[in-house]
């Protein structure tokens, strides 16, 4: 059964750091696309960072230079580093599994997620 | 940085059809993912690809996508489906969501 589960969530000062984790079972990380995505409280989904099965790192503009999406295969997690925290970082931040990038002959949907952890950037 | 647009609400009627659009530039150039989101849960994919439906999504669920509008077509609609549904797709080695719509059932 595929499961992610989140953790690393918290309070942090604007200017702070913070590492979100999602521990993955049921398939490798490593074998396909993963994703972070966040929802701001009321708000919708935005899409922030992905990884491909080949390792190739993807970010939303307002994030680049800011966090950095990684995993390690013996621990099979995925993370999300993030620094100069600023108040609009404010979410529950999602792992999931996959991008939703298609092309003709293949597609990886965000067709499993984590429960979310809350990440709050206040002083 | 590439939009995607969607109404911010639809009703339907329990049993009716309900239509919810995405709107991009050139989106039928591209591949849409729809997700379904209900209060206090994660997102559900219920589209991929355009058109294709996941293990264990109703048959009431269809996508389409041309031109510059992608729709999600819920038929028959349930009071289940009252939820928020998105739209995705990816530009330009991003990923983008859709502002988002209400479905309300009633």
């Known amino acids: 059964e595929v499961q992610l589960v989140e953790s690393g969530g918290g309070l942090v000062q604007p200017g702070g750091s913070l590492r979100l984790s999602c521990e993955a079972s049921g398939f490798t990380v490593t074998s396909i696309y993963m994703s972070w995505v966040r929802q701001a409280p009321g708000k919708g989904l935005e899409w922030v960072s992905s990884i491909s099965n080949g390792g190739n790192t993807y970010y939303t503009d307002s994030v680049k230079g800011r966090f950095t999406i990684s995993r390690d295969n013996s621990k099979n997690t995925l993370y999300l580093q993030m620094n100069s925290l600023r108040v609009d970082d404010t979410a529950v931040y999602y792992c999931a599994r996959g991008s939703g990038y298609c092309v003709s002959t293949s597609c990886y949907p965000l067709d499993y997620w984590g429960q979310g952890t809350l990440l709050t950037v206040s002083s | 940085s590439y939009e995607l647009t969607q109404p911010p609400s639809v009703s339907v009627s329990p049993g009716q059809t309900a239509s919810i659009t995405c709107s991009g530039d050139?989106?039928?150039?591209?591949?849409v993912c729809w997700y379904q989101q209900k209060p206090g849960q994660s997102p559900v994919v219920v589209i991929y690809q355009d058109r294709k439906r996941p293990s264990g999504i109703p048959e009431r669920f269809s996508g389409s996508n041309s031109g510059n509008t992608a729709t999600l077509t819920i038929s028959g609609t349930q009071t289940m489906d009252e939820a928020d549904y998105y739209c995705?797709?990816?530009?330009?080695?991003?990923?983008?969501f859709g502002t988002g719509t209400k479905v309300t059932v009633l």
């Open positions: 995705q797709a990816w530009d330009s080695s991003t990923a983008v």
């Open positions: 050139k989106l039928g150039s591209k591949y």
